[in-house]
């Protein structure tokens, strides 16, 4: 069965740095589109980055862009989001999710889109 196992998630100060990692097992990864979301305190899970499955094109939510980076290592089955300059108001559960099908350059940021999930990883952002 599909499994996405994240790592890479912990307590950082302002302004620190994380890269999240999400290897993808029982599936042809090169053939889903990948995604990262997050839900904080007491908030919706919400879009935070996603990816292609040609690895072409990505696409940010506004908070995070020119902050986050996604990328994909299609020979490791792996799925990455840097993120830099962290803020307090990025603490929350970092999951990540692989939808198939699709344009393979369209990036795709509809939560509904992506069937399977990992089980997070919590990122905590200290002022």
């Known amino acids: 069965q599909v499994q996405l196992i994240e790592s890479g998630g912990g307590l950082v100060q302002a302004g620190g740095s994380l890269r999240l990692s999400c290897v993808a097992s029982?599936?042809?990864?090169?053939?889903?589109?990948m995604g990262w979301f997050r839900q904080g305190p007491g908030k919706a899970r919400e879009f935070v980055g996603g990816?292609?499955?040609?690895?072409?094109?990505?696409a940010y939510a506004d908070s995070v862009k020119g902050r986050f980076t996604i990328s994909r290592d299609n020979a490791k089955n792996t799925v990455y989001l840097q993120m830099n300059s962290l803020k307090p108001e990025d603490t929350a559960v970092y999951y990540c999710?692989?939808?198939?099908?699709?344009?393979?350059?369209?990036?795709?940021?509809?939560?509904?889109?992506?069937?399977?999930w990992g089980q997070g990883t919590q990122v905590t952002v200290s002022s």
């Open positions: 999710a692989a939808g198939a099908g699709g344009i393979s350059s369209v990036v795709y940021t509809r939560s509904t889109l992506y069937p399977y």
């Open positions: 029982g599936l042809t990864f090169n053939t889903y589109f």
């Open positions: 990816i292609s499955r040609n690895g072409g094109s990505t």
